[in-house]
């Protein structure tokens, strides 16, 4: 289930821009906790999770 | 019931430390020092994690009128000092220098103060617990049991000639970083420790995914120098193979031989981002953690306060 959601960000790293098509279709490829996840993620970037380790 | 906080954990640390604990000034000194690192409860930075609030977030969930808060309190007390000493144990074991008081310290030094906090951690448990004890202790014992075994095959899951899987670094880290999650989830809430194990096994997953993720992105981290097969390092390697004839392995082979590695592990950091490897790891870090939250909002619907805190906390 993992290699859907790994397949989805390989296709975005070959758009450059990841617009309403790409997101459909990653919406129709992903679970709906992996969809989740990923327009959260998108929204937040980064910068927002890194260097913060807390276990 | 009123809310413990990180203040109330601190306050009791001190007081024990200082007057109540029968260890060495110098040792006792040490631990201060050591628990206002990172991820420790005296950090200056309270929205850092913290074992012993986790502790206190998780206990929180079946708190009564009646509950003795002072064995609480030194509960997480008592957690802080024990997951301390496994950090100390695991610092020595990996090789690792990131914390600057423990790679001061000779080893010698460094294994007594573990030994130290860890008998100490025992004793508060002991002297604050009026029932139940042999069960606690069962859980505790059993559960470092665990992360022994998980550390013992963390030292071996390194890249080498065989490559290991995506399914075998989810093996390693279950066992690894979900068994000191599983101790405070099981020892908070010891009747419900059956509910509260798969969420620990998430949240530790959860947790371990961002550590390795952020290791990549840090200056500091010493995972790659180690060749650690962490899963962001795992499919960056999966991405080269099929993307550029393995690239990446050529330049992990490299880092053996070179003496200066600093330009090479930049170089390799720099690439392994650009695969989408540290994307994949914090999203799955976030799928295992709401799937951690969900389960926690089945099982106790009635406690919305507790899980919106909980959430903020682990998510902070």
Sequence with gaps: MNQNLWNVLQNFLEKEVIGTAELALAKETLSPQQFSALTEYLQHGTKKIEGRPWV | ?316
Excluded at chain 2, 10 to 39: P, R, W
Excluded at chain 2, 183 to 189: E, Q, R, W
Excluded at chain 2, 233 to 247: F, H, M, P, Q, T
Aim: glycine fraction near 4%; charged fraction near 25%; charge should be negative.
């Design chain 2, 1 to 316: 019931m009123k809310y413990i906080g990180r203040g109330t954990i601190k306050a009791f640390l001190q007081n024990h430390l200082s007057t109540n604990c029968m260890l060495d000034k110098e040792i006792v000194q040490y631990i201060f020092n050591m628990l206002h690192g990172k991820g420790k409860v005296f950090h200056t930075d309270e929205t850092y994690f913290s074992w012993g609030e986790f502790y206190v977030q998780v206990s929180s969930f079946h708190l009564k009128e009646d509950t003795c808060i002072q064995s609480v309190i030194s509960h997480a007390g008592a957690i802080e000092l024990l997951i301390l000493a496994t950090d100390i144990f695991d610092e020595i074991s990996d090789y690792d220098q990131s914390d600057q008081i423990i790679s001061q310290l000779s080893i010698g030094e460094a294994v007594t103060i573990a030994n130290a906090l860890m008998m100490e951690a025992f004793q508060l448990i002991l002297h604050n617990s009026k029932t139940d004890i042999q069960e606690k202790l069962s859980i505790i014992i059993y559960e470092l049991q665990n992360a022994c075994n998980g550390q013992w095959r963390d030292l071996h899951f390194i890249i080498s000639e065989c490559i290991p899987t995506e399914e075998e670094y989810f093996s390693v880290v279950k066992q690894k970083s979900s068994a000191l999650v599983k101790l405070v989830c099981g020892l908070s809430d010891m009747y419900n420790k059956n509910i509260w194990e798969p969420i620990a096994i998430d949240i530790g997953i959860a947790g371990q995914l961002k550590n390795d993720a952020a290791d990549i992105v840090s200056e500091n981290k010493s995972d790659l120098i180690h060749k650690k097969a962490t899963l962001p390092l795992i499919k960056a390697i999966e991405y080269s193979s099929k993307k550029d004839n393995g690239w990446l392995i050529k330049k992990l082979h490299q880092l053996e031989t070179t003496d200066d590695n600093s330009a090479l592990i930049l170089e390799i950091k720099n690439y392994i981002r650009k695969t989408g490897a540290i994307d994949y790891c914090f999203i799955l870090s976030k799928i295992y953690m709401n799937k951690a939250l969900e389960q926690i909002a089945t099982h106790f619907p009635e406690k919305q306060i507790q899980i919106q805190r909980l959430k903020r906390y682990l998510e902070s």
